[in-house]
């Protein structure tokens, strides 16, 4: 893309993503104690039987998490419209995959990306929606 393209973008970054999951307390404390994510605002919305957290991504990028009473399941497998998965940038991947398999979280054996040359694994939140490590260290060449 080139840098006029860039400066003329239509829309900025991501600003958040919203997931409602299907219990608040296990994915809370994935997202945020094993995940690490900081806690921005926690809000229970009476109203709706919900709680709304909002977690800070590096970047400046939000999850937010929504609870609601008896939500439908919605399938990631097979792969279907919509959104397939989340990927969060990594520097190296060994040490948040040791993290991550610590706190008991399956994560999937490393791959090479054969578009960028760049390092990736998958593993998935509470429910089930799959989550990828993508390694872009510093100095690394490979193309995003």
């Known amino acids: 893309m080139s840098e006029n393209r860039r400066d003329s973008a239509l829309l900025g970054s991501i600003h958040h993503v919203a997931l409602i999951v299907s219990d608040y307390q296990r994915s809370r404390a994935f997202y945020h104690e094993t995940l690490g994510l900081p806690i921005i605002a926690e809000t229970l919305r009476a109203e ?3 709680w709304k957290l909002d977690l800070a ?6 999850i937010e998490l929504f609870s609601f009473p008896s939500p439908p399941a919605r399938p990631s497998r097979p792969e279907a419209c919509g959104l397939r998965h989340l990927a969060f940038r990594v520097q190296r991947l060994e040490p ?3 993290h ?3 706190h008991g979280v399956a994560v999937e054996p490393v791959r090479v990306d054969e578009l960028t040359g760049c ?3 998958f593993f998935a939140d509470p429910d089930g929606l799959p989550l ?4 872009v260290a510093a100095s690394q060449s ?3």
């Open 132 to 135: 990828e490590l993508y390694e």
């Open 119 to 121: 390092r990736f694994t």
């Open 96 to 98: 948040v995959i040791a």
């Open 48 to 50: 709706r039987q919900s």
């Open 57 to 62: 991504l590096p970047g400046g990028g939000q």
């Open 142 to 144: 490979c193309v995003e």
């Open 100 to 102: 991550l398999e610590s």
